[in-house]
């Protein structure tokens, strides 16, 4: 099981970005697929998670309504398209596959590794 992120970028604030999660190893159709971030001095934070067989998604508060996850199946990708980005998005953004998608009440837990990350930065 393999993740590799890209699209992170040097932002201004209220600008948009688009991460792309590229997995191999598995056939993800049917597993929870999540984005999470860390900034510095800070812990890894479940963002969103997308299970794209039954169409399953979650959204962290501090992203709902700016962030939309989708998945393309045939291309084991994983999208992040982040709109009205904010100071506090700054973050390495990480893609990893977990048991569920229930990341506001802990009951998930990581399968596999993480990737190397994408950096996003936004300026004010």
């Known amino acids: 099981v393999q993740f590799v992120e890209s699209g992170g970028d040097l932002v201004q604030v209220g600008g948009s970005l688009r991460l792309s999660c590229v997995a191999s190893?598995?056939?993800?159709?049917?597993?929870?697929i999540g984005w999470f971030r860390q900034a510095p001095g800070k812990e890894r934070e479940g963002v969103s998670c997308i299970v794209s067989s039954d169409g399953t998604t979650f959204y962290s508060d501090s992203v709902k309504g700016r962030f939309t996850i989708s998945s393309d199946d045939a291309k084991n990708t994983v999208y992040l398209q982040m709109n009205s980005l904010k100071p506090e998005d700054t973050a390495t953004y990480y893609c990893?596959?977990?048991?569920?998608?229930?990341?506001?009440?802990?009951?998930?837990?990581?399968?596999?590794?993480w990737g190397q990350g994408t950096r996003v930065t936004v300026s004010s």
């Open positions: 190893g598995f056939a993800f159709d049917d597993e929870a």
């Open positions: 990893a596959r977990t048991s569920s998608c229930l990341y506001d009440s802990g009951d998930y837990f990581r399968v596999g590794s």
